[in-house]
């Protein structure tokens, strides 16, 4: 234990938490997730850190709280994102209602829960009867959702820290590393012709096929051989597959489009060379064989690096403890499958990053958004003792 208590209670961390939950903000909104930083910013301000807004693209903003201390010492980042998903049709999404343990609402688990329990930690440290050695630093980011807009300004400008916790939904665990994130499109051309005679046309979405086969019977094999310690093997997934226009017709275009999970140790543009390799082996077999392979927009505007933060940094190793002793969870660090703006932060700045959130992925983007009261007061435990212990905090 710290022997540092919240200063907000259980009451008010859950009354922080609905009400982020109650401002909108994503990227179909009109200002995006202007309100959510501008209600995040006030109150925050009113806990008596030093806010300011930076700016990200348009109306679009990050939050900086800082609470400094006394005394000269380490910088702790508790980083969370302001924008959701969409509403996508979940019910009564911006109300939120707490129902069997529960807190429901959009954002609940992703990851305006996480927030609040960082929220919980500035009043601690910004208390005027506690004092302690560095700086306690909440940064609370733009566009996570939809292309990473405010990471990306966060680590152009330069802010780092000596330990960074990234709020996304672990369940308490330390993940020190996941895979990055590779989108591509291999694009076949034909040649139309009627379907009655198809030996006159060049048929794409054979082409297709035979690249479809060649992912699953030979790269699929091969990436199964390629292994993390806490990551498993690298991936791939076909999923979608377009092509043709009629039955009667010789398709002249077919697409495929898949997701490449690769680990740390692999390169990007490795990642996109072995995929045209296959293309260009495909063509030295069939010069009728027509593609292109091109990474797709939803993740060509940055590298989606991977993450793998050395398990032996002793502020791994500190947190790892605090989450033992506050949750029962394990106390080693684990690997987490989903993407995160943790991998920005480690490789733009330096700054060693861990994923460790309240809640459970498998909540987040669902019509029935939640996350557990419990854990979210364990959330803000975890936080302030690793705080506590990281900046050495003292209070009167």
Request: net charge negative; hydrophobic share 45%; with cysteine.
């Amino acid at each position: 234990m710290t022997g540092l208590p919240l200063r907000v209670g259980p009451d008010a961390l859950l009354a922080d938490a609905a009400r982020l939950i109650a401002v909108e903000g994503h990227e179909d909104h009109p200002r995006a997730e202007r309100a959510v930083a501008d209600h995040l910013a006030e109150r925050l301000t009113a806990l008596g850190a030093a806010v300011a807004l930076q700016p990200v693209e348009g109306e679009r903003c990050n939050v900086l709280a800082r609470v400094r201390g006394a005394r000269p010492g380490p910088t702790l980042m508790l980083n969370a994102h302001l924008d959701t998903v969409p509403p996508y049709g979940m019910p009564e999404a911006l109300c939120p209602r707490i129902e069997d343990g529960r807190l429901y609402g959009r954002g609940a688990a992703d990851m305006k829960g996480a927030l609040a329990a960082m929220t919980a930690v500035v009043a601690a440290l910004a208390a005027p009867d506690v004092s302690f050695a560095g700086e306690l630093l909440l940064t609370a980011v733009a566009g996570e959702e939809s292309g990473s807009a405010g990471m990306r300004a966060l680590v152009a400008a330069g802010v780092r820290a000596d330990f960074a916790v990234v709020g996304e939904p672990t369940r308490l665990r330390v993940a020190r590393a996941h895979k990055g994130a590779l989108w591509a499109e291999a694009a076949f051309r034909g040649r139309a012709a009627h379907g009655s005679v198809p030996a006159e046309g060049v048929n794409a979405i054979h082409h297709a096929a035979r690249f479809v086969n060649r992912i699953e019977r030979g790269l699929a094999p091969e990436l199964a051989g390629r292994s993390h310690p806490l990551l498993g093997p690298a991936t791939v997934n076909v999923g979608v597959v377009t092509g043709g226009d009629r039955p009667p017709m010789v398709p002249a275009a077919c697409r495929v489009q898949l997701d490449r999970r690769w680990l740390p140790g692999e390169r990007h543009e490795d990642v996109l060379a072995e995929l045209r390799a296959i293309v260009d082996d495909l063509h030295r077999d069939d010069p009728a064989v027509d593609g292109t392979v091109s990474e797709m927009p939803g993740t060509a505007a940055f590298v989606h690096t991977p993450l793998d933060t050395p398990a032996d940094d002793p502020y791994v190793r500190l947190l790892c403890d605090v989450a033992h002793r506050h949750t029962g969870a394990g106390a080693e660090p684990v690997g987490v499958q989903f993407w995160t703006d943790g991998a920005l932060l480690a490789a733009g700045t330096g700054t060693p990053t861990v994923v460790c959130g309240p809640g459970d992925i498998a909540q987040a983007h669902t019509l029935s958004e939640w996350v557990a009261v419990e854990q979210l007061h364990r959330a803000a435990e975890v936080y302030l003792s690793l705080a506590a212990r990281m900046l050495h905090v003292q209070a009167a």
